[in-house]
């Protein structure tokens, strides 16, 4: 069965260090990949996506992930966190025969240190 | 543009009352859906709907209905609430046609006693 394995329930960094999530999936296919952040008491926001391409996409808050193949992997990577940053982030996976699914990882909590 | 809106945001039900969750978006999006959120499992889908009048269950469909009279509403009802039920549900729309990308509502979080 298709799955999404996010192996770090939270994750602790600086103030200003860099940051990497780690997202590993299961699927015979290239799948769509997205990772979306969910702030504390919040909804969640898609942060980026991969649909096709370019394997390094860019996203909003100075996100980036990149889709590495042959590790079935699309990990999440910023340079330098700011407290605003703490939050939870999900990465998921769009099936191209999955009947309008996405299929979620159960998430990492990012939390900052001062 | 609201956006998801989802009402109510919070909810405390005694065991077997029922209770309907109302989700409305503004985007005039095809697709949408309803979760539920528990800690260290991510998000599970309960029902989702590709078009009004149309609904579908999803990974956890047990002991919850949905309607999709309207393009722009998606109900999530319990019809007997059990404490298994409480949780954070979130409803998404998405604009559809494969785009994947889900824009999710607030919340609510319901207790079930």
């Known amino acids: 069965a298709q799955s999404v394995t996010q192996p770090d329930i939270h994750i602790t960094v600086s103030e200003g260090a860099s940051l990497e999530l780690r997202c590993n999936y299961s699927?015979?296919?290239?799948?769509?990949l997205f990772w979306y952040v969910q702030s504390p008491g919040q909804g969640l926001q898609l942060l980026l996506k991969y649909f096709s391409g370019d394997t390094l996409v860019q996203g909003i808050k100075g996100f980036e992930a990149e889709f590495k193949r042959s590790q079935s992997s699309f990990n999440l990577r910023k340079p330098s966190v700011h407290w605003s940053d703490a939050a939870e982030y999900f990465c998921a996976v769009g099936l191209m025969d999955s009947n309008y699914q996405l299929i979620w990882g159960a998430g990492t909590k990012l939390i900052i240190k001062p | 543009n609201a956006g998801v809106t989802q009402t109510p945001k919070f909810r405390v039900l005694k065991t077997g009352q029922s209770m309907t969750l109302l989700c409305a978006q503004d985007m005039n999006h095809e697709y949408m859906y309803w979760y539920r959120q528990d800690p260290g499992m991510g998000l599970r889908l309960i029902h989702y709907s590709v078009g009004e009048g149309t609904t579908a269950k999803g990974e956890v469909p047990d002991g919850y209905n949905v309607s999709r009279l309207k393009k722009q509403n998606f109900l999530l009802g319990l019809e007997s609430a059990a404490p298994s039920q409480t949780s954070v549900y979130f409803c998404a729309s998405e604009p559809g046609l494969f785009s994947y990308e889900q824009y999710f509502g607030p919340g609510t979080r319901l207790t079930v006693t």
């Open positions: 699927y015979g296919a290239t799948p769509y």
